[in-house]
C-alpha cells in the first residue's frame, strides 16, 4: 500500500492555472475510476473537491477539474484564487478493496 | 445537515488500547460505507479502515491490520474504532469520513473535525 506519488509544492498567481499530478499503478489509479481529489486548510478537515476522476460535488467551484490517462490523474485548478492556497490530497480504491492516498501538495498562491 | 463527530482519542501509553467512536447524523447512517483516516502531526492523510453499510465487511490497512478493528451499530448511528498495541507511530489525528457509496470505501464526502490520540515514543 504506497502512498501515491504528488509533487510535495505548486504554486501560482492569481488568475493563472496549475495542474497537480497523481501518480499510482495499474493496481489503483490505472485500474479504476475511483480517484478523487480533498482540499484541506490548515487546522481543518479535508474537504472533498472530485470524485470518480472529474465529477465535482455540488457547491464546489468549477474551476476545479480533473483527469486521468494511465497510472496518473491530475487535478487543475484555474482562475486561481487566494483561497485556494491550501494542501490537496489525492487518493484511490485499490485493487485490495483498500484506499490510499497520495503525500499531499502544498499549493502556494503567490 | 450531515454530522460527524469523533470522541474517544487521548493520551495512551505504548502497547496500550483506545476505542474511538464516531457519531453520525444528517443521513441514512446504514446506507453507506463509513471510514477511518488519520493524519500524523505535520503529515499527510493515510487510510486505516472503512466498514460496509451493513457492516458485513471491513477493510484494513496494513499499518493496523490485526492491531485494529472497526465495527458499526446502525442502531445508534455509531462506527467505532478499537485500537490495540498502540505504537509511538499512531500518534495523530484521526478522522471519522462518510463514503458515498454503500459498500466500497472510495470517496469521502464529510469528514469529522477529528480526534487527537497520542502515544508517547
Known amino acids: 500500500q504506497s502512498a501515491l506519488t504528488q509533487p510535495a509544492s505548486v504554486s501560482g498567481s492569481p488568475g493563472q492555472s496549475i495542474t497537480i499530478s497523481c501518480t499510482g499503478t495499474s493496481s489503483d489509479v490505472g485500474a479504476y475510476n475511483y480517484v478523487s481529489w480533498y482540499q484541506q486548510h490548515p487546522g481543518k478537515a479535508p474537504k472533498l473537491m472530485l470524485y470518480d476522476v472529474s465529477n465535482r460535488p455540488s457547491g464546489v467551484s468549477n474551476r476545479f477539474s480533473g483527469s486521468k490517462s494511465g497510472n496518473t490523474a491530475s487535478l487543475t485548478i484555474s482562475g486561481l484564487q487566494a483561497e485556494d492556497e491550501a494542501d490537496y490530497y489525492c487518493s484511490s480504491y485499490t485493487s485490495s478493496s483498500t484506499l490510499v492516498f497520495g503525500g499531499g501538495t502544498k499549493l502556494t498562491v503567490l | 445537515e450531515v454530522q460527524l463527530l469523533e470522541s474517544g482519542g487521548g493520551l495512551v501509553q505504548p502497547g496500550g488500547s483506545l476505542r474511538l467512536s464516531c457519531a453520525a447524523s444528517g443521513f441514512t447512517f446504514s446506507s453507506y460505507a463509513m471510514n477511518w483516516a488519520r493524519q500524523a502531526p505535520g503529515k499527510g492523510l493515510e487510510w486505516v479502515s472503512g466498514i460496509s453499510g451493513s457492516g458485513g465487511s471491513t477493510y484494513y490497512a496494513d499499518s493496523v491490520k490485526g492491531r485494529s478493528t472497526i465495527s458499526r451499530d446502525n442502531s445508534k448511528n455509531t462506527m467505532y474504532l478499537q485500537m490495540d498495541s498502540l505504537r509511538a507511530e499512531d500518534t495523530a489525528v484521526y478522522y471519522c469520513?462518510?463514503?458515498?457509496?454503500?459498500?466500497?470505501?472510495?470517496?469521502?464526502?464529510?469528514w469529522g473535525q477529528g480526534t487527537l490520540v497520542t502515544v508517547p515514543s
Open positions: 469520513a462518510k463514503d458515498r457509496k454503500r459498500t466500497t470505501v472510495a470517496t469521502f464526502d464529510y
